[in-house]
């Protein structure tokens, strides 16, 4: 069943090409950073994360963004699959005090084969 | 190691019924959040529990509230229903350290009030 918003942003790439997804946090204080991907029906599942005394982090096929000047997070994603066609989340987190990750509005991702 | 798990997977209440969901954290996870996701809101977060304590509580009313077992299981409960409560509801366990951790989601239970 659908789980997310119905008007999401929407990015279409085809199948083999790069992607990349944005992401602008909220809190200029959060200490950390995390992209989940949903697929229909299904809870969050991690991609990778981001401390805030980083820039940049590289994982499999995946790569994050930190830009704090601007509150600024992307995700990038290499050799886009069908199997990677699903929303994607941004999160931020203080280490102190309310403990809750703060989560974005989402960005569809459409791989076209 | 298994993931998290949540049962139900659905339910259907009616209107001033009262909820009770479940979340089984990933094995020596001390931490268990829950978050709501809706269309119009997308995901809020609900509550923290570590060592059977609220740790950290988000802008709901008192009708939602939760507790954590000695075993790091979870429950949530949703008092006198509203079609409002209507959302998918997910668990999410991590170690419980002093720093932020990766939160690992489990597959949500999908509440529908009439």
């Known amino acids: 069943g659908e789980s997310v918003g119905l008007h999401l942003p929407t990015l279409s790439v085809q199948e083999g090409d790069n992607s990349i997804i944005n992401c602008a946090y909220s809190?200029?204080?959060?200490?950390?950073f995390i992209w989940y991907k949903q697929e229909s029906g299904k809870g969050p599942q991690f991609i990778i994360d981001i401390r805030s005394n980083m820039d940049k982090r590289q994982g499999q096929r995946v790569t994050v963004l930190l830009n704090k000047t601007v509150k600024h997070l992307s995700l990038q994603i290499a050799a886009t699959q069908p199997g990677d066609s699903a929303v994607y989340f941004c999160?931020?987190?203080?280490?102190?005090?309310?403990?809750?990750?703060?989560f974005g509005s989402g960005t569809r991702l459409q791989v076209q084969p | 190691k298994a993931g998290v798990t949540q049962t139900p997977r659905y339910l259907i209440k009616t209107r001033g019924q009262q909820v009770t969901l479940s979340c089984s954290p990933i094995s020596g996870h001390r931490s268990v959040s829950w978050y709501q996701q809706t269309p119009g809101q997308g995901l809020q977060f609900l509550f923290e529990?570590?060592?059977?304590?609220?740790?950290n509580k988000g802008n709901f009313p008192g009708r939602f509230s939760g507790r954590q077992f000695s075993n790091s299981r979870s429950e949530m409960n949703v008092s006198t229903l509203e079609l409002g409560d209507s959302a998918l509801y997910l668990c999410a366990s991590s170690p419980g350290g002093v720093y932020q951790e990766t939160q690992y989601f489990g597959p949500g239970t999908r509440l529908l009030v009439l």
């Open positions: 529990y570590f060592s059977e304590t609220q740790r």
């Open positions: 999160a931020e987190a203080l280490d102190t005090g309310r403990r809750a990750l703060t």
């Open positions: 809190n200029s204080a959060s200490d950390y």
